[in-house]
């Protein structure tokens, strides 16, 4: 059997690495995708004193950017010419209203627009005759996302830094479940699912002007030392994400998280969808204002 190949996004951190940490451990070759190449390094050294030597790998990229996303694939395609699972961790949190280098407010260039070019640009490289699979880390957070595709990126209306979040983690969920159901009518042999990990302590919050939020932040540290000790580590929390990606009691479209109480942990059990996530109109003009503002366009007619 030839080896499986998997991608990492932010892979250097958090679930990210947790999720490559277990992955390698399975036997997958796991490509993490990192913005930072020197905390990437350091990641893959400690992962690779657990895992088979050269079964871990870094290439940058930064998914903010259309460029780097774009050089990615490439360079991508070039080493591997072919890919088994796409793990699309990478995100950012609760920033004050940032763009990236084309104009797109950050938490949704880099929670969604980019997943969704990513993916596009990555999915001629999943083998016809082998099953695929793409897994999206969504958040609770979607729950409370108020979609507008009349401002995708807030360029009219007032920002609000966990409403950009929130919106992006929504347009994650509609987008997994359109892309499942465009998989599907095409035949693909690729299923695409999302996952939540309810909540970590990771280093998300860094940069954050939120002092309780910012573990850089001495209120910030202080309050994660405290709710540490409540709330599941970057490994338990990691198990929705591998759960989807591995299991074979999954099917595409489904999306899963920690099963105990108000989904903040326990183990993987299907987890509650924003209804307004299943909107079939808004999935379909989220999917084309997405090829819009990307440039990559895919599964449309
Ligand atoms: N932790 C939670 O409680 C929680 C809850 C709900 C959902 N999530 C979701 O879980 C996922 C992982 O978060 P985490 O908690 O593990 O956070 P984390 O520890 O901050 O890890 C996030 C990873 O994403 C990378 N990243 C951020 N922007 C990037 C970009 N433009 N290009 C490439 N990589 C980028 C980071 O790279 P750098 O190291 O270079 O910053 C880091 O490797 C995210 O999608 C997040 O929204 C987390």
């Known amino acids: 059997m030839q080896e499986r190949i998997a991608v990492v996004t932010g ?4 679930l990210g690495y947790q999720t490559t940490r277990a992955l390698a451990q399975k036997g997958y070759r796991v490509v993490m995708a990192c913005r930072n190449e020197t905390k990437a390094a350091k990641a893959r050294e400690e992962l690779l004193a657990e895992a088979p030597a050269g079964a871990i790998e870094v290439l940058r990229l930064d998914q903010s950017e259309p460029d780097s996303i774009r050089s990615f694939v490439d360079s991508f395609a070039r080493r591997h010419g072919r890919l088994d699972l796409l793990a699309n961790n990478a995100g950012i949190v609760g920033l004050p209203l ?3 280098s084309v104009g797109h407010e950050l938490q949704m ?6 997943v969704f070019a990513l993916t596009g640009l990555l999915l001629p490289l999943f083998r016809g005759d082998v099953p695929g699979r793409i897994v999206n880390v969504g958040s609770l957070a979607h729950r409370q996302g108020k979609m507008d595709l009349d401002d995708l990126n807030w360029e009219t209306g007032e920002y609000k830094p966990m409403g950009a979040y929130g919106r992006s983690k929504l347009a994650v969920m509609a987008w997994t479940l ?3 159901a465009r998989l599907r009518a095409a035949g693909s042999s690729v299923m695409a699912l999302s996952a939540h990990p309810g909540f970590a302590a990771t280093e998300i919050g860094t940069n954050n002007p939120n002092p309780m939020i910012n573990p850089q932040n001495p209120v910030g540290k202080w309050f994660q030392n405290q709710v540490r000790r409540f709330i599941p580590t970057a490994e338990e929390a990691a198990r929705p994400t591998l759960h989807a990606a591995c299991s074979d009691n999954v099917q595409g479209g489904e999306y899963h998280g920690p099963g105990g109480f108000m989904e903040i942990g326990g183990a993987p059990a299907p987890a509650k969808i924003n209804p307004k996530a299943r909107d079939a109109a808004m999935r379909e003009r989220l999917w084309t204002l997405s090829e819009e503002l ?3 366009r895919y599964l449309s007619d």
């Open 11 to 14: 892979a250097n951190a958090g």
């Open 98 to 100: 940032s763009r990236n």
């Open 109 to 114: 260039a880099t929670n969604y627009l980019g």
């Open 178 to 180: 359109e892309l499942d």
């Open 294 to 296: 990307t440039g990559v």
